[in-house]
């Protein structure tokens, strides 16, 4: 789904794979990869796409004919990877534009992103397994499995997993701008 829209992009916007890549600054041949669902972009190259195409990265995942029933299958989902010490995230909802819900996985000292970042929607975070510390607004929150916590996202944030376990954590994120 995500290689088709993101080719679906590349056509509106007149471009080829080559002039795609060299201006979202990937190589051709993993934008390929992409469009082609042989591979799962990372965060950072997401956003270097949304950005080429002056859109959020929810955009990228929009499904115009999403349909009314969405069953997320474990080995099944897109994956969205981050660079090695960050979070990893497995999409649970269609692109439908209202609601976004991601599994996200935090190894030992992995954080969501290298600084806090803000977005306009409303965030909630359920921590499954594992510890996590919420950094919302300049304030830290350390949640334990079966806590969660929710908030105005455009405070600036991020989770980090502080322990020496691994943290798992359901985000769900209204309206979706990741």
């Not at 999403?66 to 497995?90: F, K, M």
């Not at 030992?108 to 970042?117: F, T």
């Not at 908030?151 to 209204?174: C, E, G, K, M, W």
Request: aromatic residues 4%; proline residues 8%.
């Amino acid at each position: 789904m995500l290689g088709d829209r993101l080719r679906d992009l590349r056509q509106q916007h007149s471009l080829t794979l080559r002039q795609l890549a060299t201006a979202a600054d990937v190589s051709p041949a993993l934008l390929s990869q992409i469009e082609n669902g042989a591979t799962d972009p990372s965060l950072s190259t997401l956003r270097k796409l949304a950005q080429v195409f002056d859109t959020s990265i929810a955009e990228l995942f929009s499904e115009p004919e999403a349909p009314p029933v969405h069953v997320s299958r474990v080995g099944a989902r897109t994956r969205l990877a981050a660079p090695p010490g960050q979070i990893t995230y497995e999409r649970l909802t269609p692109g439908r534009g209202d609601l976004e819900v991601l599994q996200a996985h935090l190894a030992p000292g992995d954080a969501s992103s290298a600084e806090p970042w803000a977005h306009p929607s409303t965030e909630c975070a359920i921590v499954i397994t594992g510890a996590v510390v919420a950094e919302i607004g300049g304030e830290s929150y350390t949640l334990t499995a079966g806590e969660s916590v929710t908030f105005d996202s455009r405070l600036a944030h991020l989770y980090r997993n502080a322990s020496d376990q691994p943290a798992h954590l359901i985000i769900a994120v209204t309206p979706p701008t990741p």
